[in-house]
């Protein structure tokens, strides 16, 4: 391992094993299960198990926790499969189900009934609930918990077979009615549930309840730490008592660290599905969306989410991360990687009216890296600007153009506005300028000219689509207070704008990033974006400015 890496608890954990001899390397497990898309919060768990596995020359296993197929779906296991090789991981051996242990799960129920741990319960849902038992009341025996070991294995196998109606019946453990930790109280192994399966069809109608399945998958595939979040803390002692209970020798240990809680973010599968389904955002992947398939097309480089992931760290404190941290990890990382190019994204048409031929003129790619080229501008009498780059009642401290007043054009001349035409409702549409023919790669003589703008030549700019992200919510706990999550949805969460962009951003392939000089960093969108008609989404503005100043 690099020693550069500080140690989290859990790594901490796998090296002292390592050092005890406990295990020759750790095997861990990233076990979604397939009922909606990954969320960021799922990235700090692939970040850990696969990073774990990566620093010690251990292995990751792929595994889909799929016991529950009524909200599970096989578009949900492939964006899940494509949201963690986008990430940047890969994992050990095939892509491994839970389901694909349906057979063995079913044989060592039937070995827990065969030890007396196990028996069949007639108890509906209701009455079970009633049976078990409040935090300060012991549960009471069902019924069904005194029936002869012949008599449960004929009940459970008929189970299988199919012949009782959803409900009839479950499997239970049998451990102890009073345990102070209400999960010991006989929790269910089985249900019978009519349904069909995405990967094994209508092979079987009784499923592995997620305690029993967990544990003995991870048995089943060697695994050495089994990684979950806090609220699995309270379940360890059924985990580990059906590893006990089966008799699994080097059996894999459990251990728990909190989970990601980000701020104006939804992190809960179920919530987010629920934006989805009500049309509060286009899809899984809108851009705003915290699913990785969001992050991805909002072009957040998955480099950022690793290192943003590896800098919030792994404890068991509860915590709530500020998500500007996000943004910070995003600028830090488009700052070096982006290339620079000029987008107008609120046209002004400007006539220069001293300018004798068309210029031609190289501008870098990247300040910081002359090695990536540059790209060629052409400026000539008629250009666009941004309509916010021109006020005619400035407020203080306005460093852009006003009536008469002079500017840089980025990477071009200093430029004086004359006067301007207004359309009929009073809006400004075209700018008389001229440029100060001495300035091209020179200070002007005599004065200062302090601001800078960015433009693009009218004969070569080219239209295009323009999208721009705001936060989901305007709340930094959506989840918080009463009532429903999503009246706290930001009503302005998304600006389509027309601009002009220059012809170097024609190339982009779909997913490259670039920052759009004084604007901000912007992806061409992965799905609507063609060369030649591009479609960009800002990724982030140059500067955090949110609740500073609108939009
Ligand atoms: P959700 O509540 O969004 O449905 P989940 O925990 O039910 O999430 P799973 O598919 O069971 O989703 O999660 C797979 C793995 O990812 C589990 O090990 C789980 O603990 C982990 N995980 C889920 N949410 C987070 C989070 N916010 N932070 C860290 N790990 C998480
Ligand atoms: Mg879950």
Redesign the pocket.
Known sequence: MDSEITKDFLRQIVADDLAAGRIDAPVTR????P??YL?I??A??ICLNFGIAEDFAGACHMRF?DTNPQAEEQEFVDSILEDVRWLGFAWVGPVRYASDYFERLYLAAERLIDKDLAYVCDLDAEAMRAYRGTLTEPGRASPGRSRSKAENLDLFRRMRAGEFADGAYTLRARIDMAAANINLRDPVLYRIRHAHHHQTADRWCIYPSYDFTHPLSDAFEGITHS???LE?EDHRPLYDWLLAALEVEAAPRQYEFA???LTYTL????KLKQLVENGHVESWDDPRMPTLAGIRRRGIPAPALRHFCQRIGVTRADSLVDVSMLDFCVREHLEQHAPRAMAVLRPLRVRIHNLPQAVDIEAPLHPQHPEWGTRSLRLSSELWIDREDYSENPPKGWKRLVPGGEVRLRHAYVMRCVSVDYDEQGQPCLMHATVDLDTLGAHPQGRKVKGVIHWVDAGQAQPVRVRLYDRLFVSADPEAGEGDFTRHLNPNSLHELEGMIEPYLLQLQPEQTVQFEREGYFVADRYLSQPQAPVFNRVIALRDSWGKESA
Do not use: I
């Open positions: 990233f076990p979604p299960e009922n909606g969320h919060g799922h700090k768990s926790d990684l979950c979040t699995f989970r990601l809680n992190t809960s599968k179920r």
